[in-house]
């Protein structure tokens, strides 16, 4: 030891106080550099709980965002279905106000002939007129009171909505009805084939599945500009049933094909609840267990091919019937 | 008021229920003879042989609309009074066949009687004088014709 001169004692020394003292100063820097770090990450973990509820707060209000426009989409294709009936009862209304108001005149005519208790010649041609007249009227309001029937029937399919009951559901029938609804649109312009195969009822929500019917049917008289032709083909492929919406209309280009189950996608031009339809045409087929797709030919047309089950799958409808209950809900029927 | 003068009515409407409706009101109100139609192809074909004075239309049918039947109807017989009788909501297109068939009226369903029975009468009147007016301005210049050939010859006479 004594060999170890006095400088390299001193020499270690202070290099151990250095080492000690930067050990110290280190330590404590790292320390506080911990717990800086563990401040900022406590902020971080603030901010992101934060942020987790800002966006369950977002997604709240977007699922009632959804909702409201579903509910305004099904409000646009109330008011389809009411334009509609407007115009099927006109006519059969026509008809019956004329003709009561003739059955009137008619007896006012007869009450007057009869007054004086007898019947000469004029009064007899008279008379005939008047019974011919009121044959026309007979007839006229059979005919009248069978559409309105007609008409009502149509509707009563469409008026179990909101219930979202299981139906078993003559797809046929569902078809009908839809087509009468639109009749107004069509008679004019555009050819309606129907070939229809054999196809037993369907378990479905049979209100959800007349809006599809709908929806489709609409798109496709919409989509024929002029004259055209509407075919509608259904078959059995084994446990499904296969329905066809084919128009002869103004096509949808490729890029556009693929966006048209987008929300949003419409060629209908900036109105509420447009473009959503098909959304929830797709929507309702899938919790149905079934599926939609779609060809087109841009200026030949296009066809629409839904698929449903003939038995609902078990465990359907999920939680997106909430959304349409929410959204038949703010329609203020149900 | 004067008596009804006689006159014929065609009717055409695609609804077999309108025509029929119409048909009886016609046959007990008015002394027309009413030609009831459901095709616009056989009412334009009535239209080629027999004169009629007022031409009753429905706007939507799927032969042929009620704006392109009046336009037909009037190349065949342009003194018959044409109306149009609308449903629900076509106003515009009775609007526009104002000017484009020269419309006389537009009825919109559903009509009153009264009214269908005074806008019938006033077209048929109107057009009866429509065919008085122009065999008498045909008569006029037949008159005027001769006038001139005798004016001729009497200045021939006395030159």
Request: glycine fraction near 8%; proline fraction near 3%.
């Amino acid at each position: 030891m004594s060999a170890v001169p006095a400088w390299t004692l001193a020499a270690v020394t202070a290099l151990a106080l250095g080492a000690a003292a930067w050990a110290v100063r280190f330590g404590v820097r790292q320390r506080r550099e911990l717990g800086k770090a563990r401040t900022q990450l406590r902020a971080a973990l603030d901010e992101l709980e934060r942020s987790r509820a800002a966006s369950a707060e977002a997604y709240a209000s977007l699922q009632r965002t959804q909702a409201e426009l579903v509910s305004s989409a099904r409000l646009a294709s109330l008011g389809d279905l009411i334009r509609g009936v407007a115009h099927e009862i006109n006519t059969p209304l026509g008809a019956l106000s004329s003709n009561y108001d003739v059955t009137r005149r008619a007896l006012e005519r007869l009450e007057i002939i009869l007054e004086d208790e007898v019947v000469d010649e004029d009064e007899l041609v008279e008379v005939r007129k008047i019974v011919a007249a009121v044959e026309g009227v007979q007839e006229t309001n059979a005919m009248a009171v069978e559409r309105m029937v007609k008409l009502v029937r149509s509707l009563r399919t469409f008026g179990r909505p909101d219930r979202s009951e299981i139906d078993h559901i003559d797809l046929h029938e569902a078809l009908e009805s839809a087509l009468r609804l639109l009749s107004h649109e069509t008679s004019e312009r555009v050819r309606v084939v129907r070939e229809f195969g054999d196809l037993p009822a369907v378990e479905c929500y049979g209100d959800q599945v007349n809006q599809v019917f709908m929806n489709l049917l609409v798109n496709a008289v919409h989509a024929i500009r002029g004259e055209g032709t509407l075919t509608i083909r259904t078959s059995r492929n084994a446990d499904r049933a296969v329905v066809e919406v084919a128009d002869t209309g103004v096509g949808i280009s490729e890029e556009n094909l693929a966006r048209v189950f987008e929300p949003g996608f419409t060629t209908k031009g900036k109105r509420v609840g447009m473009g959503l339809g098909l959304l929830i045409t797709r929507q309702i087929i899938e919790r149905h267990g079934g599926s939609i797709s779609v060809r087109s030919t841009v200026g030949r047309g296009t066809t629409f091919t839904v698929e449903l089950p003939l038995r609902l799958p078990r465990e359907a409808p999920g939680e997106g019937e909430e959304t349409v209950r929410a959204g038949s809900a703010a329609t203020g029927r149900g | 008021m004067r008596e009804d003068q006689p006159g014929t009515v065609l009717i055409v409407d695609d609804e077999r229920m309108v025509v029929r409706s119409l048909q009886s009101f016609l046959g007990l109100e008015t002394p027309y003879d009413v030609l009831p139609f459901v095709s616009p192809q056989e009412a334009l074909e009535s239209l080629e042989t027999r004169p009629t004075q007022v031409v009753l239309a429905d706007f939507m049918m799927p032969e042929m609309d009620g704006i392109t039947f009046l336009k037909k109807a009037r190349e065949l017989q342009p003194e018959a009074t044409r109306i149009l009788l609308t449903g629900y909501a076509d106003k515009e297109n009775a609007i526009r066949a104002i000017n484009e068939v020269g419309l006389y009226y537009y009825l919109e369903k559903p009509w009153d009687n009264d009214h269908l029975k005074l806008v019938i009468r006033n077209g048929v009147e109107r057009s009866s004088l429509f065919n008085e007016l122009s065999s008498r301005v045909e008569a006029l210049e037949k008159a005027n014709e001769e006038l001139h050939g005798f004016r001729e010859r009497l200045v021939k006479a006395f030159l």
